[in-house]
């Protein structure tokens, strides 16, 4: 069996006890932490798939953090908090203090990331947490000590529970993109004193997490608590973010699950005027879209966590695609099926199902590590450079097969290979002609007039993007529906990819005639009309027949 396997079967022998439905409700009504859930996890050796080096494998732990987040979003934030906290150091450690780190996360020790204070957010230029070299703060210098931390961090997932904080600090008075550092505080080390939690702060959404802050007063921390070389912190934070916005994918899969087996539950338990709602015309239709919406979200998300390691040097502008649209798209999927449950999808008890609480606690995704403008902004920084690589249809392509194809090896996580810039633009997209032609040779025809579709959006996507350039002080709102139009072509880009790299995902009930892909292109194209509603009925009845953890590519369905 597989780690993902085995953990469906333990959260499974949990569903009365630690991760029952009802357990979990009542600990985000009391907005307590979900401490029984989480020691499952660790009990599970849940944590050891957040260490990365050397053999780590960032899909498998997608893949595991889904399972939890289709159970509830809450605990798998709480507990998977531990791999963000983590990731600086997978990035921008020695290998000492990763193999230090790595120690720590296997044994289930809390790991959070002290990015964001109270005044500031996400400007984190702007941050006033400091650190001083113990020479230079005007006192005899401790030989123990090599830095001294003071100030607040605000808003941080785990910053209570968490034994280790990676935390980001000024080191240079003047700031500016090299006055900032990481580093690695080890609560149990420090004085009495030096440390403080924060109140937690009340939350519309995962009201049960440990959101946060602390406060360090001269904190003294050894020289070796330092991450990478001084001066380097921002650019490994925007590097680890290409990490851990792609992990996050996770949590909006699992809420996808969650949110498509309690509107199947309700549509075939449900009557309406003398038939069952799942034979609905129009319900099966929201069903079909919303289910080809998940799928499109599974194949980004898959793409985008093996090219960690296949194409490292993509990933600035790769997590910036897949974090703006993964969440986003699910979010929508959640309103449809939202306005399908009706008055159920606004209960928080019996018969809602907990759809409320999904809902609200899925919000937060779009927002955390970057948020979708952010995101965009990001995308849109990189376009000229984009658009240039676009025109010449260049591609990685023996990384980008590497990527698409499931059972192809994995090659070790290599940080020293990541960018804050790509400079051979997103192969995925670029490759789009070829793989267009690809599945004209190979896949049915039905698919035809939807690939003349996407190519006509690319072709338009070239000419728009050759004439942007970004501009200083803001963008333009029109810039942003190029952003759009990138990521879908990203995400046609990663089902044609998954569709031919992988013959078991053109078989069974999925596979054939080639479902999921007409499905998916169908409402990634916009093309979900009456002419069109054939495959998103027969996408349906797939969703109306399947257990929700095996409603997945990777899963079957079969």
Not at 123 to 146: Q, R
Not at 268 to 294: C, N, S
Request: with cysteine; hydrophobic share 45%.
């Amino acid at each position: 069996m597989t780690a993902t396997a085995d953990l469906e079967t333990l959260l499974t022998a949990h569903e009365d006890d630690a991760f029952s439905p009802d357990a979990l409700a009542g600990l985000d009504d009391r907005e307590e932490f979900p401490d029984r859930a989480v020691r499952v996890l660790d009990d599970a050796g849940l944590p050891a798939h957040y260490v990365l080096p050397p053999d780590g494998d960032l899909g498998e732990t997608v893949r595991l953090l889904r399972a939890v987040a289709r159970r509830d979003l809450t605990v798998a934030i709480a507990h998977g908090k531990t791999f963000l906290g983590a990731a600086p150091v997978w990035v921008a450690g020695t290998p000492e203090q990763t193999a230090r780190l790595a120690e720590h996360v296997r044994a289930g020790e809390p790991v959070c990331w002290g990015l964001t204070e109270r005044d500031h957010g996400a400007d984190l230029l702007a941050g006033e947490f400091a650190a001083v070299a113990d020479a230079d703060n005007g006192v005899a210098a401790d030989p123990g000590v090599g830095w001294r931390l003071t100030g607040e961090k605000w808003l941080i997932n785990n910053a209570t529970r968490s034994t280790l904080a990676c935390v980001l600090a000024r080191t240079d008075p003047a700031g500016g993109a090299r006055g900032f550092s990481l580093f690695l505080v080890d609560k149990r080390q420090l004085p009495a004193g030096a440390w403080r939690n924060l109140p937690k702060v009340r939350t519309h959404g995962i009201r049960g997490a440990d959101i946060s802050g602390f406060v360090l007063d001269d904190a003294p921390v050894p020289a070796d608590a330092l991450v990478g070389k001084e001066g380097d912190g921002i650019p490994a934070v925007l590097k680890t973010l290409q990490l851990t916005r792609v992990t996050c994918t996770a949590l909006s899969l699992g809420a996808a699950d969650h949110a498509l087996r309690l509107a199947r539950d309700f549509a075939t338990g449900r009557e309406l005027y003398g038939r069952r709602l799942a034979d609905v015309p129009h319900v099966r239709r929201i069903l079909g879209r919303a289910a080809a919406a998940a799928l499109t979200a599974e194949a980004v998300s898959v793409l985008s966590a093996r090219s960690v390691h296949t194409l490292p040097g993509e990933l600035s502008a790769v997590s910036a695609i897949t974090k703006a649209y993964v969440p986003t798209l699910t979010q929508e999927t959640l309103g449809s099926l939202g306005e399908l449950l009706g008055v159920r999808g606004f209960l928080t008890s019996p018969p809602g199902g907990g759809f409320a609480k999904l809902e609200r606690d899925h919000r937060i995704c779009a927002i955390f590590d970057g948020s979708t403008v952010v995101n965009r902004v990001a995308l849109l920084n990189q376009m000229p450079r984009l658009a240039r690589q676009l025109s010449r249809c260049r591609t990685d392509t023996e990384g980008l097969l590497a990527a698409a194809d499931l059972t192809a090896p994995l090659p070790p996580f290599a940080p020293d290979r990541l960018t804050l810039l790509s400079v051979t633009g997103c192969s995925a997209v670029q490759a789009l002609p070829d793989l267009a032609a690809r599945v004209r040779r190979e896949g049915p025809p039905e698919t035809g007039p939807l690939l003349d579709r996407l190519l006509a959006e690319l072709a338009r996507l070239e000419t728009e993007s050759a004439d942007f350039v970004p501009v200083a002080g803001g963008l333009p709102s029109t810039a942003f529906c190029l952003a759009e139009a990138y990521e879908r072509a990203y995400a046609a880009a990663a089902c044609l990819l998954l569709w031919l790299e992988n013959p078991p995902l053109r078989t069974g009930r999925l596979g054939d005639d080639g479902l999921w892909l007409r499905a998916c292109l169908t409402v990634l194209l916009g093309a979900d009309d009456a002419d069109d509603s054939d495959v998103l009925d027969a996408l349906a009845e797939v969703v109306l027949g399947a257990p929700a953890h095996e409603f997945t590519l990777l899963g079957g369905a079969a």
